[in-house]
């Protein structure tokens, strides 16, 4: 009972270690959500839900990725995918037009934050 205890003791900080966001997810998320609320008006809450799916898009294309040696296909069709998941969670919160104009949004943050 001892052993069963401390092994899901110990899976259980390495799932929240794996977890945790790096400190270019928490800024990248940051820059994003701040220019969209800059252009679309959003309450506190919408902000907040904003800020989650776009750091969850980083995270979870960087878990996707890392230490796997993929090709920059494979990459492209990771960060793909994730860019639909995260259209999918603001469509289904804020309705079509309104999500797709956040994530236009946050694409066109991103191309000027990639060119400075």
Do not use: C, W
């Not at 001892?2 to 390495?14: A, D, E, H, N, V």
């Not at 839900?49 to 920059?72: C, E, H, P, W």
Request: avoid cysteine.
């Amino acid at each position: 009972m001892k052993k069963i205890t401390i092994i899901i003791l110990l899976l259980t900080l390495t799932y929240s270690i794996a977890q945790k966001p790096n400190k270019f997810h928490l800024e990248r998320a940051t820059m994003l959500t701040n220019y969209i609320s800059d252009n679309i008006q959003l309450s506190e809450d919408d902000k907040q839900f904003v800020y989650n799916v776009m750091l969850d898009r980083g995270v979870n294309a960087t878990k996707q990725i890392r230490g796997k040696n993929l090709s920059q296909e494979d990459k492209k069709a990771i960060y793909r995918a994730e860019y639909k998941n995260a259209a999918t969670k603001l469509k289904d919160k804020f309705g079509n037009k309104k999500g797709s104009k956040i994530m236009a949004l946050s694409n066109e943050a991103r191309k000027k934050n990639n060119s400075k």
